[in-house]
């Protein structure tokens, strides 16, 4: 007997009990829709979540906290360039930079005709330029700072936040003057945006360290700002790309050396203190960089680049322990339910296997004549799998249909409502954990099919008939051919 005679047989029979076959297949599609529905809302809820944490920071992204107090702790080692060097080769690191803000400068910026306008110098970094663009910030206009880049005496390239220039103020103007400062985002009264008071790539801009001597004599040197690029705002990342600036980290060293000799040697802030609970004073020690950030290749890579940084000794911080937990919340609601739909496809497959048991009953005479003809016993073992694996199969394809329809239906139910002159539905607390999908401004998809969930939900079915066939086709198989023929 060839497989297209088997399946043809197989096919007849099923067509001859068709009440009893859609019964059957019916629950089948109940089993299949349930659970590719309720994985369909747990990758909905993944995708939304990923999006979400997104927009708080970047995934990819391990923040190295470095801040030491009291004793010396020799157990935790410098963070310094040579440790950041250490930190590069771990596998999947793609950049590293420091985020490197002094602590001891007293330095201001000043624009315009006889220093007119005014910045504090407040969001001031020295950065790694090329882990910047690792780190994919972008730039509005100009481009990255090079290593190599020389500009001269005293002059210092530097990139700026979007909306960096409304940072100055009009010296001229009182304190309690409206006119002394300009907003991003004001408009006069014929609606037009007003502009800053300084075009930082046009209008030479100066830094200006200021120190006093130990009679009161005010010590002062300058260094003219570059501007090299404009930072697109991404707040996500750095506020500097917004209202501050950028530079080399060799740039901001040489910027503190130049203050430490202007001031003879002494902090403007005399160090950092903390008080404990018992009133004991405690000192921050000087560690290295206190702020590093490492850019690693892929979301799942981070847990493990985390943990090595964490062997050295260090405090990190990254977006992996939310995302995980957010993770753990939908796998924990869609096991829940996906219980639930597990159980309506555990009663397809009984009823799988009783309606070919009753299938082998009805058919007692055929199979003795099969039998007493010389079919081999294996080409009727497959026939009754292939019944049975039809089911599941064609449950299926009709459950993976009916899915795509109530996903249609989900992530359109609002402009469905409105179609019929309803309120909009709330479903932001679908599957309890699974509603952050709705805090993104409504636009999340509520379901998601990818087409590996299709291939998923129909093997899974064609294997459970398959699966709730074999002691049918067993028994099918045991049959005295003999009795088979005296069966009525």
């Known amino acids: 007997m060839k497989i297209s005679d088997l399946l043809k047989l197989s096919t007849d029979n099923l067509r001859r009990r068709k009440g009893r076959t859609a019964l059957t297949v019916i629950g089948v599609v109940v089993g299949t829709f349930a659970i590719i529905v309720m994985i369909s809302l747990g990758i909905a809820s993944n995708a939304a979540n990923e999006q979400m944490l997104q927009s708080w920071g970047d995934l990819t992204q391990v923040?190295?906290?470095?801040?030491?107090?009291?004793?010396?702790?020799?157990?935790?080692?410098?963070?310094?360039?040579?440790?950041?060097?250490?930190?590069?080769?771990?596998?999947?690191?793609?950049?590293?930079?420091?985020?490197?803000?002094?602590?001891?400068?007293?330095?201001?910026?000043?624009?315009?005709?006889?220093?007119?306008?005014?910045?504090?110098?407040?969001?001031?970094?020295?950065?790694?330029?090329?882990?910047?663009?690792?780190?994919?910030?972008?730039?509005?206009?100009?481009?990255?700072?090079?290593?190599?880049?020389?500009?001269?005496?005293?002059?210092?390239?530097?990139?700026?936040?979007?909306?960096?220039?409304?940072?100055?103020?009009?010296?001229?103007?009182?304190?309690?003057?409206?006119?002394r400062h300009r907003y991003w985002g004001e408009t006069d009264a014929m609606g037009n945006p007003v502009p800053p008071f300084?075009?930082?790539?046009?209008?030479?801009?100066?830094?200006?360290?200021?120190?006093?001597?130990?009679?009161?004599?005010?010590?002062?040197?300058?260094?003219?700002?570059?501007?090299?690029?404009?930072?697109?705002?991404?707040?996500?990342?750095q506020y500097f790309t917004n209202s501050g600036m950028a530079l080399r980290v060799a740039d901001m060293k040489m910027l503190e050396a130049a203050y430490q000799k202007l001031s003879g040697g002494k902090s403007n802030n005399g160090g950092s203190y903390m008080i404990t609970s018992d009133g004991q004073q405690l000192k921050q020690k000087d560690n290295g960089y206190e702020s590093v950030y490492v850019k690693v290749d892929e979301v799942d890579n981070v847990s493990a680049v985390e943990a090595a940084i964490k062997e050295l000794g260090y405090e990190t911080y990254s977006m992996?322990?939310?995302?995980?937990?957010?993770?753990?919340?939908?796998?924990?609601?869609?096991?829940?339910?996906?219980?639930?739909?597990?159980?309506?496809?555990?009663?397809?497959?009984?009823?799988?296997?009783?309606?070919?048991?009753?299938?082998?009953?009805?058919?007692?005479?055929?199979?003795?004549?099969?039998?007493?003809?010389?079919?081999?016993?294996?080409?009727?073992?497959?026939?009754?799998?292939?019944?049975?694996?039809?089911?599941?199969?064609?449950?299926?394809?009709?459950?993976?249909?009916?899915?795509?329809?109530?996903?249609?239906?989900?992530?359109?139910?609002?402009?469905?409502?409105?179609?019929?002159?309803?309120?909009?539905v709330d479903l932001s607390g679908i599957m309890g954990g699974m509603g952050s999908m709705m805090g993104m401004g409504g636009n999340a998809s509520i379901s998601i099919i990818p087409p590996w969930l299709v291939l998923l939900g129909l093997g899974f079915s064609t294997l459970v008939g398959i699966l709730s066939g074999l002691w049918p086709a067993h028994r099918a198989t045991k049959i005295s051919a003999l009795e088979a023929i005296r069966h009525e």
């Open 63 to 179: 923040q190295i906290n470095n801040y030491q107090w009291g004793a010396s702790s020799g157990d935790i080692p410098t963070l310094d360039d040579e440790m950041l060097e250490q930190i590069r080769t771990f596998p999947h690191v793609v950049a590293v930079t420091p985020m490197y803000q002094s602590q001891s400068l007293n330095a201001q910026i000043y624009a315009g005709k006889n220093d007119r306008y005014s910045a504090y110098v407040w969001n001031m970094y020295g950065v790694d330029m090329q882990a910047l663009e690792a780190m994919e910030y972008q730039l509005i206009s100009g481009s990255f700072i090079t290593d190599d880049m020389n500009l001269g005496k005293k002059k210092i390239p530097v990139l700026i936040g979007e909306h960096m220039a409304y940072e100055f103020e009009d010296t001229r103007k009182s304190y309690n003057s409206g006119k």
């Open 198 to 237: 300084v075009d930082p790539q046009k209008d030479k801009m100066v830094l200006r360290l200021s120190a006093w001597d130990k009679n009161g004599n005010e010590k002062t040197q300058d260094f003219q700002l570059v501007v090299v690029g404009v930072f697109q705002q991404d707040d996500s990342k």
């Open 320 to 424: 992996t322990q939310i995302r995980e937990e957010m993770q753990a919340q939908v796998a924990k609601s869609q096991m829940i339910l996906g219980g639930t739909a597990a159980v309506a496809l555990l009663v397809a497959a009984l009823n799988i296997a009783n309606t070919m048991m009753m299938s082998i009953y009805e058919r007692t005479k055929e199979i003795g004549v099969m039998k007493v003809l010389g079919c081999e016993i294996r080409k009727i073992r497959n026939m009754f799998l292939m019944e049975a694996g039809a089911i599941g199969l064609l449950g299926g394809v009709i459950g993976v249909a009916l899915s795509y329809g109530a996903s249609y239906v989900l992530n359109n139910i609002n402009t469905i409502m409105a179609f019929f002159g309803k309120e909009g």
